[in-house]
């Protein structure tokens, strides 16, 4: 193999390494997105305020706003107590459904 080639093989290993990072980044957007989504419907459904939520899960209003945007990277726990104030399963939350 050439230097040319092992160059070209060592910039290629950057920009598959780049793209990788980029996807990872995507699909955890992706996630946080979704999961905001389905809390905001949860809620909606139940009828409650963001502050509802936020007293019942003992969390802040702007931190469930935060999460219902797809802004917010969320901790298990903080997940769990969202869905118990939503009298559902976390799972349902993390469902790709609409």
């Known amino acids: 193999m050439s230097q040319s080639n092992k160059v070209l093989s060592k910039r290629e290993a950057r920009q598959n390494k780049r793209r990788a990072s980029l996807f990872v980044g995507y699909i955890q957007q992706n996630i946080l997105i979704r ?45 769990e107590k969202i869905a118990v104030a939503l009298q559902c399963q976390l799972t349902y939350l993390l469902r790709d459904e609409k």
Do not use: H, P
């Open 35 to 79: 999961f905001g989504e389905a809390v905001k419907r949860q809620r909606q459904k139940l009828d409650l305020t963001q502050q509802e939520v936020a007293d019942l899960a003992n969390l802040s209003r702007s931190y469930i706003s935060e999460i219902e945007n797809g802004k917010e990277n969320i901790s298990l726990e903080n997940a």
